[in-house]
């Protein structure tokens, strides 16, 4: 299987455009970084040692405007990381991370994560003023890890970023305190985000649901944010399906399947102009 494969033995460190074309260069990759021929950074295999301690890397690419797919890659506790990079494509790479988050991407646009196999206790991080990025058809499995359990996350200043069909499987047994997927409330440029059609599915075994319904245990399929839309989801499982802080979002045509009947929204303060129709909450 892994004949085919570049094994590295340290991260790939990309940080301009100018390294990303001398990086193709020595590795014969395909493409010339436009878009209609974007460079192809393929089939690349890194595992690094186990550690709770440091950080781990497939790949770290900085201040790159150039046109680039990352596919088929496999990493094995390492990330992918980017910052201030535009037209990136994460596209059919498994990861298996457990050091949190499996991919992340900080102040960069018109990216695309798809495809994707992610095994991780924090599965995409999307941070600092990311807009315009796309995040479709990948299957994340959340795998507990103390105080730092996340799905997909937006934080800071974001918007226009579309969470669009994918599936997300919890198999943690002692959470606390978990949002699957997470927007930050009251951030002033987080704005006409649109979170639809994800499934997401606490796979717990049902000797622990009347555990669950004995403690507090506050796990929440979307935390909402400001002046977003959430629409078509299906959240089976959780506790909690949604929870709000002073939020305007959009959240229309969701079926829920709480393990508890869903008082999350009870303890937010939406806005006047909050529109929470045509929702279907079919508690367990």
């Known amino acids: ?43 690349f295999i890194i595992k690094q040692p186990s550690s709770t301690q440091y950080d781990y ?19 094995v506790n390492a990330q992918i990381y980017l910052s201030n990079c535009k037209h990136v494509c994460i596209l059919n790479n498994y990861l298996h991370y457990i050091q949190s988050p499996a991919i ?23 941070t600092s003023a990311c807009s315009n990025n796309i995040v479709i058809n990948n299957t994340c499995i959340v795998i507990g890890k103390k105080d730092i359990n996340d799905g997909i996350t937006c934080q800071f200043a974001h918007h226009h970023n579309i969470i669009c069909n994918n599936y997300i499987l919890l198999q943690f047994t002692e959470p606390k305190i978990f949002h699957v997927i997470q927007l930050d409330t009251n951030l002033k440029y987080q704005l006409a985000n649109a979170i639809m059609d994800n499934i997401i599915v606490y796979k717990n075994p049902s000797q622990e ?19 977003n839309t959430i629409l078509n989801n299906k959240i089976i499982n959780l506790p909690y399906a949604f929870v709000c802080e002073d ?9 829920t399947y ?4 869903d008082r999350s929204m009870e303890y937010g303060k939406p806005k006047a102009n909050f529109r929470y129709v045509y929702n279907v909450n079919a508690n367990l």
């Open 247 to 255: 939020t305007s979002d959009i959240v229309a045509y969701n079926i």
């Open 258 to 261: 709480t393990i508890k009947s």
């Open 57 to 75: 890397f497939l790949i770290v690419m900085l201040n790159t405007t150039l046109y680039v797919i990352i596919e088929d890659c496999i990493a």
């Open 104 to 126: 992340k991407l900080s102040d960069c646009q018109h990216c695309t994560i798809m495809h994707n196999t992610i095994i991780s206790s924090s599965c995409i991080n999307l």
């Open 209 to 227: 649901l009347a555990e669950l319904l004995k403690e507090e245990v506050f796990i929440y399929g979307i935390r909402l944010g400001e002046l």
């Open 1 to 43: 299987m892994y004949m085919a494969y570049t094994k590295l033995e340290k991260l790939i460190n990309i940080e301009s455009d100018q390294e990303l074309l001398q990086f193709a260069k020595k590795y014969h990759l395909k493409g010339d970084g436009t878009k209609e021929n974007p460079i192809r950074i393929s089939k």
